[in-house]
């Protein structure tokens, strides 16, 4: 069973999604972002999200909270991403960028050992559905400029400042 919350946070309400083995949604209500986002939920998950507590709900509003204030750099709230093998490669490639820092859609699939896969990798990254907790918000262009962000580039210009990468490549 899925259980559903809406989160408060300074950027917006935060639509969070849990089943017993950890969060498997956080994103923000942000007009055409939730469908398609819910879409995806639905082809790993048969169970539809009702909104209920749940105790990494709980877990995951004090660890946000922690985070929004500036006392937190790492969640350690249960996940739980299912994806294709390249998606998921992606993801933990994502989470391994630590924060305050910032890495390019090139490095990142340089890492990955594939020059030419940047934009597979910004596809991948697209398709996050465990926002802030899966930092896809630390990657940018080439040169440091932002890139495209599901929750809108203001949302990610504030994470980035909040970390103190201020949107530049470290």
């Known amino acids: 069973m899925l259980r559903s919350a809406t989160l408060d946070s300074p950027l917006g309400p935060l639509l969070a999604v849990a089943a017993d083995t950890g969060i498997v949604l956080l994103e923000f209500h942000e007009p055409g972002r939730l469908e398609p986002q819910l879409a995806g939920l639905a082809r790993h998950f048969p169970a539809s999200p009702e909104p209920g507590a749940h105790p990494h709900l709980v877990q995951l509003q004090s660890e946000l909270d922690e985070y929004f204030r500036g006392r937190r750099r790492q969640f350690t709230v249960p996940l739980q991403a299912p994806g294709s093998v390249f998606q998921m490669r992606v993801w933990a490639a994502l989470q391994g960028i630590p924060y305050g820092e910032t890495r390019a859609y090139r490095e990142l699939a340089l890492e990955l050992g594939d020059a030419q ?9 697209g398709q996050n559905r465990l926002a802030i907790l899966i930092p896809c ?30 949107g530049r490549m470290l």
């Open 117 to 125: 896969a940047s934009r597979a990798v910004g596809t991948a990254n």
């Open 137 to 166: 918000h630390r990657v940018v262009n080439t040169g440091g400029t932002l890139g495209g962000y599901g929750g809108g580039l203001w949302r990610k210009q504030w994470l980035l400042d909040l970390e103190g990468g201020q």
